[in-house]
């Protein structure tokens, strides 16, 4: 078996400890996709399309909604569905994502512990994520993440979106942090760009969605296999001590 644990790259040094820790949510804190495969199959369903199979969605999950469901309507990567088959599909995707956002979403093993550790450290924490704020702070509130984070910029609260690096800087802004003493932790190559933008350090955590591509190839700072590694990488005390 791989050992993924620590496993520095060169790129930008990781401060020793952060002033902030900046966390993406879907893939990183939060396993969503038995929640969005069970919407885009409803969604499939009002439009008279059979449905997909969850490992499917979990490859598709990472640009946001709209190219969500264009994939699911097409099952290609950069598939476009006709405009209006593509709006009935959206439209009943979102009124069932409003419905169960939280029914089978969980936070990946590990995550509760590296927040709490990384808390007790005295490190601010935040989310920036692509998913729509409507969805962000309820699913945060939902699985008890939302106590942890100081400050939380979803999809919308900034003209662009990650990869752009707009949303970091206005997380980092918002928390009285530096830029390069702010710390990202992503599952994606979205979110490795989007730090190079900021001028952040990043981590990446290896089990999240990157369309079925090895983290390594976007080369990350580092790599982790769980949230509950990272305070040893920052030189504080581990999840288990804090959580003990």
């Keep these: 078996m791989r050992d993924n644990t620590l496993k520095h790259r060169s790129s930008f040094p990781i401060p020793q400890p952060p002033e902030l820790v900046l966390l993406d949510l879907d893939g990183t804190l939060v396993d969503s ?4 495969a069970d919407c885009v199959n409803a969604a499939l369903e009002a439009v008279g399309l059979p449905p997909r199979a969850e490992h499917e969605v979990r490859l598709w999950v990472g640009n946001g909604v709209v190219r969500l469901v264009h994939r699911a309507l097409t099952g290609e990567m950069e598939g476009e569905a006709e405009e209006g088959l593509f709006r ?3 439209e009943r995707f979102q009124a069932c994502y409003r419905e169960r956002y939280a029914s089978r979403s969980r936070p990946f093993p590990g995550v509760p512990e590296g927040l709490a ?3 007790a450290a005295g490190i601010p924490l935040g989310c920036v994520t692509n998913k729509p704020g409507a969805f962000t702070r309820p699913l945060l509130e939902a699985l ?4 942890f984070l100081e400050v939380v910029v979803a999809g919308g609260e900034t003209r662009h979106q990650k990869p752009h690096p707009e949303p970091l800087l206005e997380a980092a ?3 009285g942090a530096r830029p390069e003493h702010t710390l990202l932790v992503g599952d994606s190559v979205n ?3 989007a730090a190079r933008a900021a001028g952040m350090p990043v981590v990446a955590v290896s089990y ?7 983290i390594r190839e976007a080369a990350p700072d580092a790599v982790l296999d769980s949230l509950a590694q990272l305070p040893a990488l920052l030189g504080l005390p581990s999840a288990e001590a804090a959580g003990g």
């Design 117 to 119: 550790a990384l808390r």
């Design 88 to 90: 009935r599909a959206l």
């Design 208 to 214: 999240g969605y990157n369309h079925g591509r090895d």
């Design 33 to 36: 996709v038995p929640d969005l």
């Design 191 to 193: 979110d490795v760009r």
């Design 173 to 175: 802004r918002r928390a």
């Design 144 to 147: 008890g993440l939302a106590p």
